[in-house]
Nanobody, 125 residues
Framework: QGQLVESGGGLVQAGGSLRLSCAAS????????MGWFRRAPGKEREIVAA????????YFSDSVKGRFTISRDNAKNTVYLQMNSLKPEDTAVYYC??????????????????WGQGTQVTVSS
């Protein structure tokens, strides 16, 4: 099938930056839309950003718009989430996910077909 592996999480002070990477293997990736989700303690998993298979369409949640960017390198089978101006409320486990459709048609977790194991991001105040 396929596998997604996230990396790049860690502890950072408020105002700092982190870059998350998600490496895809197997049949996933170049024709799949990709998303980054997060789950904060006591909250539901929510979409953070998504990018179409071609990279032409991008979505950001209102909570991260202007601070986060998403990109993908199809040659390296990798999608990135650059997180700047981090806030304590960004603290969560961040997950990479793949939607087998190439376009951005959904931002619901249940519509994504493949998931990584998650990486912890902690922002201290």
């Amino acid at each position: 099938q396929g596998q997604l592996v996230e990396s790049g999480g860690g502890l950072v002070q408020a105002g700092g930056s982190l870059r998350l990477s998600c490496a895809a293997s197997g049949r996933i990736f170049s024709s799949y839309a990709m998303g980054w989700f997060r789950r904060a303690p006591g909250k539901e998993r929510e979409i953070v950003a998504a990018i179409s298979a071609s990279g032409d369409s991008i979505y950001f949640s209102d909570s991260v718009k202007g601070r986060f960017t998403i990109s993908r390198d199809n040659a390296k089978n990798t999608v990135y989430l650059q997180m700047n101006s981090l806030k304590p409320e960004d603290t969560a486990v961040y997950y990479c996910a793949a939607d087998s459709r190439p376009l951005l048609v959904t931002f619901r977790p249940l519509d994504y077909d493949y998931w990584g194991q998650g990486t912890q991001v902690t922002v201290s105040s």
